[in-house]
């Protein structure tokens, strides 16, 4: 098993909290929150994606 990478764990809860997030505005019933929280997931997969292919093509996965 190789090592763990610790970024993408980050990346992959911050995306979590985004979609509970989605979840909590929709039951508040807050439109702002919803497309809030859903843009924020948006940036957070892509700043994850965007890392998962700089460390690709330095070599580092």
């Given at each position: 098993m190789k090592?763990?990478?610790?970024v993408f764990v980050f990346y992959a809860l911050a995306a979590l909290c985004s979609m509970l997030a989605i979840g909590v505005a929709?039951?508040?019933?807050?439109i702002l929150g919803i497309f809030g929280a859903i843009i924020l997931l948006i940036v957070i997969m892509g700043m994850g994606f965007k890392t998962k292919k700089s460390m690709r093509d330095k070599g580092l996965l």
């Open positions: 090592n763990v990478q610790w929709i039951g508040l019933k807050s």
